[in-house]
């Protein structure tokens, strides 16, 4: 058997290549939805891409299962758990298998065992491996999904929070508690393999650790610990991190089916003036990529700077409108890694890509000022001022600066009309990342007597 996990970092994503090296058949569970690094190992090992498989319908980024089944004709394994809001739609015209609890399919001489675990969503399933070619009629491993991570379990209140649904968290941690006794009784020795690690807003504890074992967490996690339903299901509901609001989008998109990627080449914009005019369409979001203090140093106005580092792609979503025209302000070398990024959670209206140099042709660049904490102290009690935490609920309520207000960063178009234009802003988050995003699009908003604690909190509090 061949076996390989595949990471996303900025999506905190794990995918699995499973290969039958006797029928040089692969499947590919959890697919992002770039499927080049699937398609160049398979290359290289000799395998076709024979089969996809989804644990649930992915709220955090599109699935490439789609993509894999329309390149590569993959027979896709899909859930067919759950009620009629949680159904495929998009199996007509593609080789599909749609699977409940109890379930089983082979890829090769590999044998996959379907196991109903709803908690994070009704739909969701696992798979159990047993490596059937290599002789062994004993269990391997189980891929869980958003089920059981390492240290966590998926969180329940996606679907009430993100997509709307009303009543739905209280009843998915209960589903997630009865979903953990089946897992209680799985063999120690079984690996598993989860959908997510570190990073992920699909729970808020998850380990670092790739990978873990049914005994190890049994030990160990948190949610297997408890034996009582009502304590459990506080405990599960209790300091969730905010999902994004893009979350919404992806239900929508892996449910209904992802549209099939192209190659199509983007523009490159070579004028300053049409790249203003751009940032200065409503219609048009252009996002600027170069570091911090080079934005704050010069920037066009009207544009958003989002670095492009680990929490880009989380933020992009966040803050980026479905319906808007994209363009991305970025040096050549990391453009499609960026396009990739964005397309990752269905960002694809990428309409023209612009260097990082055309910005120094223009004559009326905007600036910010990025201050210490003495820069802060000095300003704090001023009625002119006016500061803005951007963190999360749950670091807002762990502490905060006094008099500061609280507007996460994920929520600011919202709250744009609960912030006095008339009074300097100061910005300022856990460590001056998420400050200089914030600080950006409210600059870009029309807030222009801004500017950033770079410090954040954690500068304030040492």
């Known amino acids: 058997m061949y076996f390989r996990?595949?990471?996303?970092?900025?999506?905190?994503?794990?995918?699995?290549?499973v290969g039958c090296q006797r029928t040089g058949e692969a499947i590919v569970i959890d697919p992002a939805r770039h499927i080049a690094p699937y398609e160049e190992t398979a290359k290289k090992e000799g395998f076709r891409l024979t089969a996809a498989a989804e644990t649930h319908i992915h709220a955090d980024f599109v699935s490439g299962a789609h993509q894999m089944a329309k390149d590569h004709g993959s027979k896709v394994f899909l859930s067919d758990e759950g009620d009629e809001d949680w159904k495929y739609k998009y199996i007509d015209g593609i080789d599909a298998q749609?699977?409940?609890?109890?379930?089983?399919?082979?890829?090769?001489?590999?044998?996959?065992?379907?196991?109903?675990?709803?908690?994070?969503?009704?739909?969701?399933?696992?798979?159990?491996?047993?490596?059937?070619?290599?002789?062994?009629?004993?269990?391997?491993?189980?891929?869980?999904?958003?089920?059981v991570f390492v240290g966590d379990v998926g969180r329940p209140d996606l679907l009430e929070k993100a997509a709307g649904v009303k009543d739905t968290a209280n009843t998915g941690a209960i589903q997630m508690f009865h979903s953990l006794k089946k897992f209680k009784e799985l063999p120690d020795h079984l690996v598993v393999w989860p959908g997510h690690g570190a990073g992920s807003a699909c729970g808020k504890a998850?380990?670092?650790?790739?990978?873990?074992?049914?005994?190890?967490?049994?030990?160990?996690?948190?949610?297997?610990?408890?034996t009582e339903e009502d304590a459990f299901v506080k405990e599960l509901l209790a300091d969730q991190p905010e999902p994004p609001k893009y979350f919404a989008m992806m239900k929508k998109v892996n449910k209904e089916g992802p549209s099939i990627l192209t190659r199509e080449t983007v523009?490159?914009?070579a004028s300053?003036?049409?790249l203003e005019k751009l940032a200065a369409d409503e219609n048009t979001f252009?996002?600027?990529?170069?570091?911090?203090?080079?934005?704050?140093?010069?920037?066009?106005?009207?544009?958003?700077?989002?670095?492009?580092?680990?929490?880009?792609?989380?933020?992009?979503?966040?803050?980026?409108?479905?319906?808007?025209?994209?363009?991305?302000?970025?040096p050549e070398y990391n453009r499609k890694e960026i396009q990739?990024?964005?397309e990752s959670i269905g960002l694809d209206r990428i309409v023209a890509f612009a260097d990082t140099e055309v910005i120094a042709q223009s004559t009326v660049l905007e600036t910010y000022k990025n201050i210490d904490v003495n820069g802060l102290k000095e300003q704090l009690d001023s009625d002119d001022v006016y500061v803005i935490d951007i963190r999360q609920d749950k670091e807002w309520n762990e502490g905060h600066i006094p008099g500061a207000h609280h507007h996460m960063l994920g929520y600011l178009k919202e709250e744009l009309h609960n912030i006095p234009k008339d009074k300097k802003i100061i910005v300022h988050c856990q460590s001056g990342a998420r400050s200089a995003i914030g600080t950006s699009y409210l600059q870009a908003a029309g807030f222009k007597q801004i500017e950033n604690m770079a410090p954040g909190f954690a500068g304030w509090q040492q």
């Open 5 to 17: 996990t595949f990471f996303d970092e900025k999506l905190a994503q794990y995918s699995y290549m």
């Open 98 to 147: 749609l699977v409940k609890d109890g379930d089983a399919f082979k890829v090769g001489n590999i044998e996959f065992k379907v196991m109903h675990t709803p908690g994070h969503t009704p739909e969701h399933i696992s798979f159990v491996l047993t490596d059937k070619g290599g002789g062994s009629h004993i269990p391997m491993g189980i891929f869980t999904g958003d089920f």
């Open 206 to 226: 998850l380990g670092a650790v790739p990978m873990s074992t049914a005994g190890y967490e049994k030990q160990t996690n948190w949610a297997l610990q408890h």
């Open 267 to 269: 523009p490159v914009i």
């Open 272 to 274: 300053v003036h049409e």
């Open 286 to 330: 252009v996002i600027d990529t170069r570091p911090a203090v080079e934005f704050a140093n010069g920037h066009i106005e009207g544009t958003i700077n989002m670095p492009y580092t680990k929490i880009f792609t989380n933020w992009a979503g966040w803050l980026t409108d479905y319906d808007q025209s994209i363009v991305i302000i970025a």
């Open 340 to 342: 990739q990024s964005l």
